[in-house]
């Protein structure tokens, strides 16, 4: 799930996945994160 949130689309011809991809997906999730729980301390 990471890995789709860094941007791997895992097709035939791409190459393995790496660290800055998993990092950006981790980076992304981290956001998502602070975006909810920021809407939830709007209620």
């Known amino acids: 799930m990471l890995t789709d949130l860094?941007?791997?689309?895992?097709?035939?011809?791409?190459?393995?996945?790496?660290?800055?991809?998993?990092?950006q997906g981790y980076t992304k999730l981290i956001h998502h994160i602070e975006a909810a729980e920021a809407l939830n301390g709007l209620k």
């Open 6 to 23: 860094g941007g791997f689309l895992g097709r035939k011809g791409d190459s393995e996945l790496g660290v800055k991809t998993v990092w």
